[in-house]
């Protein structure tokens, strides 16, 4: 299979689904890769899922790039996206080109992505302005979770709905080659992907974007607790582990593991 690049990614809009999913280390990008996923994002969400924090805010820099090395050791087809955490694009344009250029330099992404709408259309412009190819995310962005009052969908009322719209224009005009839309309804979600020449990718945005992405350890079944409807699992990992670690223990305790079979002479 030939190396997704971002002209590739934006051919696909309107002929082929886009499959994108997130991975934050060596073993895990490994089996996404050779899934053929076209898009493996480095999401900030690795502070919730590998980190425990409670929301995204916590993520640094250092620790992006560090997990994007991991994923860009390991992954030979997808396109590589490092999410830029909160407080790497928001204080200046200056920091907002080194950080980015970070995570092509050192972290070896093809791209970032950034939340944000026409506010940011200044920093998308700067980035793409120097060859860093940029994925815009609007609707539900994390980042904004003390702003929204929770993690609530975006665009339900007219006023919202006609400025995530303008937004989507905006980014696009700015020179982002793919948006994702998080948390706004299905009929929006359509019309902005009808009303925008490049790739949506959705996460519960429903079936008409352009293609559709999903937090890794929620498709696996990784992470315990109650996950948003949007989410489908595919796997029960987290009980199986859980079951063969309970299984070692017992066996430890009881003298059953090692044997004198599994030991050397």
Known sequence: ??????????????????????????????????????????????????????????????????????VSRAVKRALIIGDM???????????????????????????VKLEGGSSVCGRIAAL??????????????????????????????????????????????????????EGVPISLAKEITQSVQIPTIGIGAG???DGQILVLHDLLGLCAGPHPKFVRGYAEIASIAQNAINRYREDVESGKFPTLEEGYV
């Open 207 to 209: 079936p008409y974007c």
């Open 128 to 181: 793409t302005k120097y060859d860093i190819p940029v994925m815009a995310h609007i609707g539900l962005t994390p980042q904004s979770v003390h702003r929204m009052g929770g993690y609530k969908v975006q665009g339900r009322n007219e006023r919202d709905a006609y400025q995530l719209l303008a937004d989507a224009k905006s980014v696009e005009s700015a020179g982002a080659f793919s948006l994702l839309l």
């Open 85 to 111: 955490p909160f407080l790497s694009y928001q204080t200046s344009r200056k920091e907002t080109i080194a950080n980015a250029g970070r995570f092509l330099k050192e972290g070896g992404a093809s791209a």
């Open 1 to 70: 299979m030939d190396k997704i690049t971002v002209p590739i990614l934006r051919d696909k809009k309107g002929r082929e689904k886009i499959s994108a999913l997130t991975a934050y280390d060596y073993p895990f990008a490994k089996w996404v890769d050779e899934s053929g996923i076209d898009i493996v994002l480095v999401g900030d969400s690795v502070g919730m899922v590998v980190a425990g924090e409670e929301n995204t805010l916590p993520v640094t820099m250092d620790q992006m790039i560090y997990h994007t090395k991991m």
